[in-house]
């Protein structure tokens, strides 16, 4: 059975740090493009950063650039985003999906496995 999950999701103050990781059963995240998407309260699930299945490349979105690194852990077939410098703005339900895409996509009907997310909450 294919699935995705997430884990490190939580409550932090702004200006704090998280790390999200991502974990897969059924197959292995290296063979995947690797995305990192976000869903806030009443706006539509966007991209955040994903990871190559060709050349583990990366891509991040302007609102995350700078602050946020993906990047992935053969060994534990894991794939991890560290969100540092936090703003209440990031504050969503935070999702990983794995793509058979060999190019850096954000586009999500190209995701064909997703986790449940994990909520992260950035507050004071």
């Known amino acids: 059975q294919v699935q995705l999950v997430e884990f490190g999701g939580g409550l932090v103050q702004p200006g704090g740090s998280l790390r999200l990781s991502c974990a897969a059963s059924g197959f292995t995240l290296t063979d995947r493009t690797i995305g990192w998407f976000r869903q806030a309260p009443g706006k539509e699930r966007e991209g955040v950063s994903c990871i190559s299945r060709l050349d583990d490349s990366t891509y991040y979105s302007d609102s995350v650039k700078g602050r946020f690194t993906i990047s992935r852990d053969n060994a534990k077939n894991a794939v991890y985003l560290q969100m540092n410098s936090l703003k209440p703005e990031d504050t969503a339900v935070y999702f990983c999906?794995?793509?058979?895409?060999?190019?850096?996509?954000?586009?999500?009907?190209?995701?064909?496995?997703w986790g449940q997310g994990t909520q992260v909450t950035v507050s004071s």
């Open positions: 999906a794995a793509s058979s895409s060999p190019f850096l996509t954000m586009t999500k009907d190209l995701y064909r496995y």
